[in-house]
C-alpha cells in the first residue's frame, strides 16, 4: 500500500492543512472573546513623587527672584524720533562732531599697529 508521487496536486493534503488552518483560527477567536471577558482591569503603579535636588531647587527659587529683563521698544521709538537732526544743504546748522578727529587718529595708530603686526607674522 504505497502511494507514489504523482503527476497533479494532492487535493487531500490540502484540504488537511485547510482544516488545520480553520481550527486554529477558531481557537484564536475564541480565546480572544474568552480574555475579552475575563480581562482584570489594569492596575497601575502609584506614581513617585519628584525627586528634585537641592542643587536644582536652589537653582529654581534663585531663578524665580531674578526680575525679567524691561522691554524698551517704546522707550527707544521716542529717543530715535528725538534724535532727528535737521538736514539742510548748509552744514553751518549741524552740530559739529569733536570727537571725530580723535576716532580718526585712533583709527590710524590701530592701522599701523596691525600692519606690524602682519609683518612679522607672515
Same mark, same amino acid.
Request: charged share 35%.
Given at each position: 500500500?504505497?502511494?507514489?508521487?504523482?503527476?497533479?496536486?494532492?487535493?487531500?493534503?490540502?484540504?488537511? !492543512?485547510?482544516? =488545520?488552518? %480553520?481550527?486554529?483560527?477558531?481557537?484564536? $477567536?475564541? +480565546?480572544? &472573546?474568552?480574555?475579552?471577558?475575563?480581562?482584570?482591569?489594569?492596575?497601575?503603579?502609584?506614581?513617585?513623587?519628584?525627586?528634585?535636588?537641592?542643587?536644582?531647587?536652589?537653582?529654581?527659587?534663585?531663578?524665580? !527672584?531674578?526680575? =525679567?529683563? %524691561?522691554?524698551?521698544?517704546?522707550?527707544? $521709538?521716542? +529717543?530715535? &524720533?528725538?534724535?532727528?537732526?535737521?538736514?539742510?544743504?548748509?552744514?553751518?546748522?549741524?552740530?559739529?562732531?569733536?570727537?571725530?578727529?580723535?576716532?580718526?587718529?585712533?583709527?590710524?595708530?590701530?592701522?599701523?599697529?596691525?600692519?606690524?603686526?602682519?609683518?612679522?607674522?607672515?
Amino acid at each position: 500500500n504505497v502511494k507514489l508521487g504523482g503527476l497533479g496536486p494532492d487535493y487531500e493534503a490540502i484540504k488537511e !492543512k485547510k482544516e =488545520k488552518l %480553520k481550527q486554529q483560527k477558531e481557537y484564536a $477567536k475564541q +480565546v480572544r &472573546e474568552h480574555n475579552i471577558k475575563n480581562a482584570a482591569p489594569v492596575q497601575r503603579l502609584p506614581t513617585k513623587p519628584k525627586f528634585i535636588s537641592v542643587s536644582r531647587q536652589k537653582a529654581l527659587e534663585y531663578a524665580k !527672584k531674578i526680575p =525679567k529683563p %524691561k522691554t524698551f521698544t517704546a522707550r527707544q $521709538k521716542e +529717543v530715535k &524720533e528725538e534724535r532727528v537732526l535737521p538736514q539742510t544743504l548748509n552744514r553751518d546748522s549741524l552740530p559739529k562732531i569733536t570727537s571725530l578727529e580723535t576716532l580718526q587718529n585712533r583709527h590710524e595708530t590701530e592701522k599701523q599697529v596691525v600692519a606690524a603686526f602682519r609683518s612679522l607674522h607672515i
